[in-house]
């Protein structure tokens, strides 16, 4: 989705704060992405948890559509994955998913 002044609004600004990239084509960009980043992608099911990936480095987190998640080709494409492991919820939405990755790579980030 594009940038807008509702994004930032509902980022709260925060959206000004931390790197981020619009592209198009995102299985064609992870498959160029520079090789030094280690890129994770965001699934609802089949992958870790975060905290089992090593976040610290240079890192790209993937997220799908807030109905779809990823698709399988950028799925594919991505080193890794991460699912926040639930009980008591079928899903988070893309925010919430968004929220305990970046915390999981700041706790991994200032760990070292």
């Known amino acids: 989705a594009p940038i807008s002044a509702a994004t930032i609004r509902a980022s709260a600004g925060t959206l000004l ?5 619009v592209v198009g084509g995102m299985p064609n960009w992870l498959a160029q992405v520079d090789q030094d980043l280690v890129t994770i992608g965001a699934a609802t099911r089949g992958g870790v948890p975060p905290w089992q990936l090593d976040l ?8 799908g559509s807030e109905g779809d998640g990823l698709k ?8 890794g994955l991460a699912t926040v492991p639930l009980e008591a919820a079928e899903s ?3 925010a919430q998913a968004i929220t305990v990755l ?4 700041r706790r ?3 760990d070292r």
């Open 17 to 21: 704060q931390v790197p981020f990239a």
């Open 56 to 63: 610290a480095g240079p890192t790209v987190i993937v997220f």
């Open 72 to 79: 399988q080709l950028t799925a594919r494409r991505c080193a």
């Open 92 to 94: 988070l939405n893309v």
């Open 102 to 105: 970046l915390y999981e790579l």
């Open 108 to 110: 991994q980030v200032s």
